[in-house]
Structure formats: C-alpha cells, structure tokens
C-alpha cells in the first residue's frame, strides 16, 4: 500500500500565496476560483493545498505542516536564491518569510518558511536517529542560545527570546565564549528585527561583525555567519 498526506492550508486570498510557491519553484497544478477559491502546488515530492477565506487573518495563523527532505542544504539554498531574484533580498521578518537553517537539539537539521497567508512550513532533514529531545545544554551560554533559538523559532515568540539573551549578556561574572557571543548576538539581532527594535538589531550586528574567530570556529558557526549577512543585508 501507498499513501500521502497532503496539508490544506487556510489563506485569506489565493493569488498571493500562488506567486509565492511558484516563485520558489512550485507548479501549480489545480486552481479554482469559485464557488470556493482553492489552489494546488507541487515541487518535487512536496504537495500543498490551499483554500481561501475572508475573514482570516494571515498575522494571527497557527496553521504549520512539516516537510521531510533528504537534502535539506540545497532547498534551502534554492528558496533564498529565487527570493533574492524576486525581491532583491532574502525576507527575514514579516509575511513571507526564510527562516535560518540550525541543527536542531533532537537530531534535525531543518528551517522555517512562512507564506504569505501565515502558514508556517517547517522543512527539515534528519540527521541522527534518535530523533527524541536532549536535555538543554550544560553551561549558562550554551542553554541560553538553546531556549532562545527554540523561543524565536519553534515558539515565535521573539519578546521571550530577546529577554533570554539579554540576561545572558549582561551577567556580571560570566562572559561567553567568542563563539558562544556571536550567536547570541546574531540571534539578537535577528529577534530585534523582527520586533521592529532597529536600534538594537544595529548595535546587536555591529558587534556580531566584530567579533573575532579563528578559521575553525568560523567553520563550527557557518550558519551564524550566513543569517549575519542576511541581517546586514
């Protein structure tokens, strides 16, 4: 036997979310206009549905699928190259949205995607076959760039991870790592953008740029690297 699940997400119009999907490489492949708006989209093995309603509001959606893939580097390298060529930039905040790609605490290397009607595609590549949730890290840097990750990401909740980091940051007897301080503060910045603190999201990549690494710690936070450029950008 065979069988595939395929999400149907709500949207308050269909055209935008359309332009979107086939801007990242989708084809349509069934649209319907009345009685009831509806739409299809297909990359790949990746199938999405849509339907229409005009009381929704996109902003306020907790609608989510997720999306396995066995090369989650290149369709993640795939969707910021065509957003780039559409908008001239790699959308970071708002509606829509590219989140960064991070290895996960449960084995998962994925990132998040959010479309124009507010439905957020998580799309993920395993990378470990425990695929249950570690404890949170040891040291206090290390589990503060954890819960804050997961706040902003998995939580959306960007306030709460703002306050994470700041506590961190300004401890009076700790300091963190040169690593450990370029995430935190990559994933400040980040947050702050997103809460529309431009002051802090400034200063927060101005001193993420300064901070020095060798070749091998920049290696170890490659990702971070890539979201600072985002964010400068």
Not at 3 to 14: A, K, S, V, Y
Not at 122 to 143: C, I, K, L, N, Y
Not at 149 to 156: F, G, Q
Request: charge should be neutral; aromatic fraction near 6%; hydrophobic fraction near 35%.
């Amino acid at each position: 036997m065979g069988e595939t699940t395929i999400p149907i997400l709500p949207c308050r119009t269909i055209q935008p979310v359309i332009d979107f999907y086939t801007t990242l490489g989708f084809d349509v492949t069934f649209q319907q206009k009345s009685p009831n708006p509806y739409a299809a989209v297909r990359r790949g093995g990746i199938r999405l549905q849509f339907f229409g309603m005009k009381r929704y509001e996109p902003t306020e959606s907790f609608s989510t699928c997720y999306v396995e893939t066995d090369d989650v580097d290149t369709l993640h390298e795939s969707f910021r190259a065509r957003l780039k060529a559409a908008y001239g930039r790699v959308p970071t905040r708002g509606l829509p949205r590219l989140g960064p790609l991070k290895d996960m605490s449960y084995g998962v290397r994925q990132f998040l995607m959010t479309d124009p009607g507010g439905n957020c595609i998580r799309v993920g590549q395993w990378t470990s076959d425990d695929q249950r949730h570690r404890p949170a890290p040891e040291g206090t840097f290390a589990r503060a760039i954890h819960h804050a990750s997961l706040l902003a990401d998995s939580r959306e909740d960007p306030a709460g991870a703002a306050r994470v980091i700041d506590r961190a940051l300004h401890l009076p007897d700790e300091r963190p790592t040169a690593v450990q301080l370029l995430r935190l503060l990559v994933l400040r910045a980040d947050v702050a953008g997103r809460l529309g603190d431009e002051e802090t999201a400034s200063s927060a990549l101005a001193r993420a740029t300064a901070v020095q690494l060798t070749a091998e710690e920049r290696h170890s936070v490659r990702d971070d690297l890539r979201r600072l450029e985002e964010l400068k950008g």
